[in-house]
């Protein structure tokens, strides 16, 4: 099954649209936990096990256990074989190299440790992502427009053919032969979000840095989702992760699981 | 030190302008090397002892050993572990990120593998690339140019300010107060990469892909060195570790960085 398909069906199904972002750090991990052989995991799964009701995808930035080196990539690793295959398990990894490098990198997340999507940096061009998009059931969403300020440097260039966040979307398109490209854009700019809806109607959207609820929301799952309200995941990591510092941490996690998951239902009705 | 005064003590002391890259596939090491208990790290041993009189700096290309899980990770530790201080040693990541998120990259390959320098995408723009640029001593190479066919999708493309890739050469510059910035630039267009040195005289270079001799070789040293023939590291990786399949693969990895080195130093005299 095409990805975009194998994602149109988890949202449908899970009836949510948030994706649980992992990136847990060590020191706002519950002190009950730090004492176990592997918190890093301990924790991850506390929360998977929490949110799972809720979520429709979990989203694991490897930075975040790459910086606690070999048993950092262990808990990674734990973190990805614990994850139900009814979820999509996304690896925010932003790789992105030629040839033969891509390859290894396409490798080590899809087939090492076992993800469903990555996501990659597409300055290298065509033929450096082609190696991450040989298998139709496996996903990449591609960096398109983030909501930092440096996004100013180059995404939001002028070029010839458009901005260039407006030229990566483009080219993405022109990948996506095999139903499996989509794209990373932040959700702080509600209106350049649905510009880029309207320019790749057909790409489903990752989108990283939403809050718990609000007008903000609304407007970004307005211009997110396609027609039928999906098409797009909405990214939530520390509001949920550490939503308790205390030993209710897993309840605490839930309900806001619970609740960004309403908010997007509420807010994709509205829209 | 600031990193560009370190690399050129090396340059100088070394006599060298030659960066090994160790790009290390289980395919390819040696029969003999393939039954001990890490292989990886057996093979990049062997060829560090028998490369080191020749080569200023080892770039450890990160794919190659996430490919292969817990074990690939527990080999780059090693090998960065194994690594003279007396030598560069660049983290070959490519990584690039918001906010804490490259905070946790940097951790992980400066503190984390004790990387002298890395990789680093620059796409996500200014305040996603200082995390990496703390420490003086520590120097980022950022992507410019690279030289596969797909570097036309986004690198080449025309903006109100130049090309892309003139347009990151520029922003790098601006991010160098401490001194410790290069750029990446592919040695296949020998004049494109003259107008980066000329664009930016004041930052390294490393340069990816260079052949064993030849013309092309010359013309890219003569583009990519500053007037003290140095400000440049030429890496070969394939070239020197695969010199031969056989058993004497030490002796042929020696004569190939070798012959690197010194064409590299004839080609530098000569321009």
Redesign the interface.
């Known amino acids: 099954m095409r990805f975009a398909d194998r994602l149109d069906r988890v949202l449908e199904e899970k009836e949510s649209l948030l994706c649980v972002g992992l990136?847990t750090?060590l020191e706002k991990i519950p002190a009950s936990l730090r004492g176990e052989p592997d918190p890093l995991f301990a924790f991850n799964r506390a929360i998977i096990d929490a949110t799972l009701p809720y979520a429709a995808a979990y989203k694991v930035?490897t930075?975040?256990y790459?910086?606690?080196?070999?048993a950092?990539?262990?808990a990674l690793?734990e973190t990805f074989r614990y994850l139900p295959a009814d979820v999509i398990r996304i690896a925010d990894a932003?790789?992105?190299?030629?040839?033969?490098?891509?390859m290894?990198?396409a490798?080590?997340?899809f087939a090492?440790?076992g993800a469903d999507a990555v996501t990659v940096?597409?300055?290298?061009?065509?033929?450096?992502?082609m190696p991450f998009l040989e298998e139709e059931s496996l996903g990449v969403f591609f960096?398109c427009l983030?909501s930092?300020?440096?996004?100013?440097?180059?995404?939001h260039?002028?070029?010839?053919?458009g901005r260039?966040y407006e030229?990566?979307a483009h080219?993405v398109r022109s990948w996506n032969e095999k139903g499996n490209c989509g794209l990373v854009v932040g959700a702080t700019h509600p209106e350049q979000l649905g510009a880029i809806r309207t320019l790749a109607p057909e790409l489903p959207l990752l989108i990283p840095g939403i809050g718990a609820q609000g007008g903000e929301l609304e407007a970004s799952v307005r211009a997110g989702t396609d027609k039928a309200g999906r098409g797009a995941l909405y990214n939530s990591s520390r509001a949920i992760l550490y939503a308790s510092a205390g030993e209710d941490f897993r309840e605490a996690a839930a309900s806001a699981a619970r609740e960004t998951r309403d908010g997007l239902q509420r807010a994709g009705k509205r829209s």
């Open positions: 990136d750090v930035n930075a975040f790459e910086a606690y080196g070999l950092g990539w262990r690793e932003k790789r992105g190299d030629i040839g033969n490098t891509a290894m990198y490798r080590g997340l090492g440790l940096n597409p300055l290298l061009g065509g033929d450096s992502v960096l983030t930092n300020p440096g996004s100013r440097d180059f995404q260039i002028q070029t010839g053919e260039l030229v990566i080219r």
